[in-house]
C-alpha cells in the first residue's frame, strides 16, 4: 500500500470510527435486513465487533471511493509538477539572461545606452512575469489541494452514509446493543467479530 493510499484510508477510517461505538435504538418503522445476510452470536452479550481497516480494504463503495481519491491526487500532482517544471526552467534562463547582461554592462559591451536600458527594461518586465507565474503557481496549489480535500469530504460522507443506513436496517429490532470498532481490542474477539459478514451484506447490496 503506498503512500497516499494509507493516508486516504487513515481519513475514511478517521470519518467512520465513530459509527462503531454507539448505542443503537430501535426504529420499528426501519426496512428489516434479512438476518441470514449478517449473523451473530449474541448469547453472552449483545454486542457486535467490526474491524474498520477490513471494512476500507474490502467493502466496494470505499475500494471504489480510495481509486477515484488516489486517481485525482496522482493527475493533480502531474499536473503541478508539470508547471513547477516549466517554471523553474524559465527561471533559470532567466537568471542565465541577468547574469549575462551584468557582464555585458561591466564590459561596456552594449553599442549604446539606449541599448543597454532597452535590455534591462526587458529583464525587468521578465521578473514581473515570473513573479506573477510564481504567484498563479502557487495559487494553482493551494486550489488543488482545496479541491482533493473536497472530495475526501464528499466521499467520506457518502462511505459514513451507506454504513449508518446499513447499521440502522441490521439493528433494526435492537438485538445488538452496541457495535465496537475492534481498534479497541488487542485481539480479535471471537463469536462476536461480524466484519466478513458486514462486508458481504454490504457488497450485496450495491449489486
Known amino acids: 500500500m503506498n503512500k497516499i493510499?494509507?493516508?486516504?484510508?487513515?481519513v475514511l477510517a478517521a470519518a467512520i470510527v465513530a459509527l462503531f461505538v454507539v448505542f443503537f435504538t430501535v426504529n420499528p418503522?426501519?426496512?428489516?435486513?434479512n438476518k441470514d445476510e449478517v449473523v451473530v452470536d449474541t448469547e453472552l452479550l449483545p454486542i457486535a465487533v467490526i474491524n474498520t481497516d477490513s471494512i476500507l480494504q474490502h467493502y466496494t463503495l470505499a475500494v471504489q471511493a480510495t481509486e477515484k481519491?488516489?486517481?485525482?491526487y496522482e493527475e493533480s500532482t502531474v499536473q503541478l509538477d508539470s508547471k513547477a517544471r516549466a517554471f523553474q526552467k524559465?527561471?533559470?534562463t532567466f537568471q542565465k539572461d541577468v547574469a549575462d547582461f551584468q557582464r555585458k554592462l561591466e564590459a561596456n559591451a552594449f553599442l549604446s545606452r539606449e541599448r543597454a536600458e532597452s535590455e534591462q527594461r526587458r529583464l525587468q518586465n521578465k521578473e514581473q512575469q515570473l513573479i506573477k507565474k510564481q504567484q498563479d503557481l502557487e495559487?494553482?496549489?493551494?486550489?488543488l489541494s482545496a479541491d482533493f480535500v473536497e472530495q475526501q469530504q464528499t466521499l467520506n460522507a457518502q462511505l459514513s452514509d451507506s454504513i449508518?443506513?446499513?447499521l440502522r436496517e441490521y439493528n433494526a429490532d435492537g438485538h445488538v446493543?452496541?457495535?465496537l470498532n475492534d481498534?479497541?481490542?488487542m485481539n480479535k474477539v471471537a463469536g462476536y467479530d461480524i466484519t466478513d459478514e458486514v462486508i458481504e451484506a454490504l457488497n450485496a447490496r450495491i449489486k
Open 164 to 166: 449508518q443506513q446499513f
Open 183 to 185: 481498534a479497541v481490542f
Open 29 to 33: 418503522h426501519a426496512k428489516r435486513v
Open 177 to 179: 446493543h452496541l457495535i
Open 69 to 72: 481519491l488516489m486517481a485525482q
Open 5 to 10: 493510499q494509507i493516508i486516504i484510508n487513515s
Open 90 to 92: 524559465e527561471y533559470e
Open 139 to 143: 495559487n494553482l496549489r493551494q486550489k
